[in-house]
């Protein structure tokens, strides 16, 4: 699950960072000696520091009045890192000096408008060697009674071999997190849904390939029927929930009962695509799997899980909540960051109500090491159920996925590695288990910015590394020193606007003086370097970019590289006038979402209204179609009768595709 906020740092992390501005006369940086500068809208401060070998490096850039990106670049000239999380309050870096010399770390802003920050380098000191004073190093900046924290967790060889907490569990009364607090894993809940439902396979209660409408016989008949293994590995076609309810107004605090997911699916016209062709991450699917289980036992899903999964196993703290408002004893509090407007520093929130099924397991690292204990020995449940669970999900087309039954089956640095993250609203987990190892890592918190993926792969390499393979180092570039020379007219072939799909974010490339540019809506123009005559890197930042040619070599498709691959398809570009602004202004209603939207021509755009959402700007991306800053509302695209009279619009994004909106009044 992916709440709003997440959601927005996600996009805020495929967003292309400034480039690297070289400032004339670095400014040297001192541990515990604050620097206060002020920042143009387009403008970068460079710091340096000079280090000797294996140090780890701490700081943060408190964002006063202007939202920064800070790069950090190595002796060499190459990316070490790049920080860009909230657009307020701590930008936290940090980053390990594996070789000696002078590291720079450049603060830019990403606002239109400029304004103050002060940069504080907190702590230098050499990398530790010892695995759990690693940790320490890692995780000791929320070891403070002003920060929500994080719970760590190692298992090896069926035994909890480290577990600590740091930070709090409460903020308003002082409780500290240690490892026997109890926290919500979201996401991470999935495999214990699909474990339930292997078991009932494995007793002949139910058959992965039965149609769920034998189980759920409410939801409408589709043109292709739905199996409950296409809800297990995400490839039903359903709307996602949570893609889908913020579009018509709903807000991820409000009140979300099973009914409405039910009512979702059951106003769904057609699927999105043909069960079993795609895959496209569902909770709703999940949500719907845990109704099942209940159906199926006839028992309430958390008292069933409890009796045939928890106590087997041994994992006595470990509850499904299953209702707004349940108490969970010892159970950690979820935080985010507090507007611009608000005087305190976090803010609390609730969870995703009703949610248990996709999410909602609280629990603690030594049941979640007995949980992974299992993958090896099958104790509870038996070899057929465990293995059943790691099936690698094959799509109609015979390709194979990395997804199984509510668990990644994937690799990383050689190890073999069973994985998956959650998220809440303010919750954060991830679950990473070795097979070749038989070990494990868990990470656990309750701040909505904490990254839990990446913390586990550190936690990993502090505890494994040793037994993994050595790291590949992505490809970079220092703006200005390609020794790639790229011609000017194969560059204009790639010079033109693009569509990032999914989120619908628009992307500029543009062919100067030799170089390829690029600029995305709202942000400052950034140099791609060239590896090749059709792959650039971005300068000082771990991203890069593949342009494909198709028919007579027009480049119609690009690749972005940036923590996994992002499909870029070339756009026409289209500049609306006010008339054709004008034709689409009007009241529209979708009867799927049961909600209303109001289109204004504003200020020379076109304007989404809602009660209940920011008003929502549209973006020109091609003829009847337009991007907009909103994740849930990432491509409008228009349709028209036979007259050319606008008839309505359909809104997509990432999960969910083709909400239909018809006009019904001008």
Known sequence: MMNRSRLRLALALLALLPTTVIAQQPTPLTVDVPVERALESDGAHTYV???????????????????????????????????????????????????????????????????????????????????????????????RADLPGVIIGVMRDGELAFARGYGMANLAYDIEMTPLTVSNIGSVSKQFTAFAIALLADRGELSLDDDIREHLPELPEFAFPITIRNLLNHTSGLREVYNTLPIAGWRFEDELLREDVFEIVERQPELQFRPGSKHVYNNTGYILLAEIVERTTGEPFDVWMKANVFDPLGMSSTRVKMRRGEIIPNSTFGYTLATEDEAARFRRVGDLAASYGAGGIYTTPADLGR????????????????????????????DTLEYALGIVVDEYRGLDRLQHGG??????????YYPDLNAGVVVMSNLATFGAAGAANRVAEAFFGEQMAPEEEPPTAVAGTSEVEVD??????????????????????????????????????????ALSDSSFALAAAQARVVFHAGAENRVETATLYQGREHTLRRVDGWTPTPADLAEFAGRYYSAELQTFYTLAVEEGGLVIHHSRLTDVKLTPAEEDSFGSDSVFLAEVDFERGPDGEVTGFRVSNSRTTGILFELMEQ
Do not use: C
Not at 423 to 432: C, E, F, S, V
């Open 423 to 432: 998220a809440d609203i303010a919750h954060r987990a991830q679950l990473n």
């Open 49 to 143: 520091i000079s280090l000797p070998d294996d140090q780890w490096i701490i700081g943060q850039v408190e964002q006063e009045s202007v939202d920064v990106v800070v790069t950090v670049t190595g002796p060499m000239g190459t990316s070490i890192a790049g920080f860009d999380g909230p657009n307020r309050g701590p930008e936290y870096f940090e980053f390990t000096a594996e070789d000696a010399g002078e590291y720079r770390i450049e603060v830019a802003s990403a606002d239109e408008e400029g304004g103050s920050y002060a940069i504080l380098l907190e702590s230098v000191e050499a990398v530790a060697g010892e695995p759990a004073a690693r940790i320490d190093q890692l995780f000791g900046r929320y070891e």
């Open 371 to 398: 949980w992974m204990a299992n993958f090896r020995t099958a104790d509870v449940g038996g070899r057929a159920v465990v293995d059943r669970m790691t099936e690698q999900t094959i799509l109609l087309s015979g």
């Open 488 to 529: 000017q007219d194969l560059l204009e072939s790639y010079a033109g606007t693009y569509r990032l799909e999914g989120p619908g974010i628009m992307v500029e490339f543009m062919a100067e003086g030799g170089k390829l540019m690029s600029q995305m809506a709202g942000q400052p123009p950034v140099e791609f370097v």
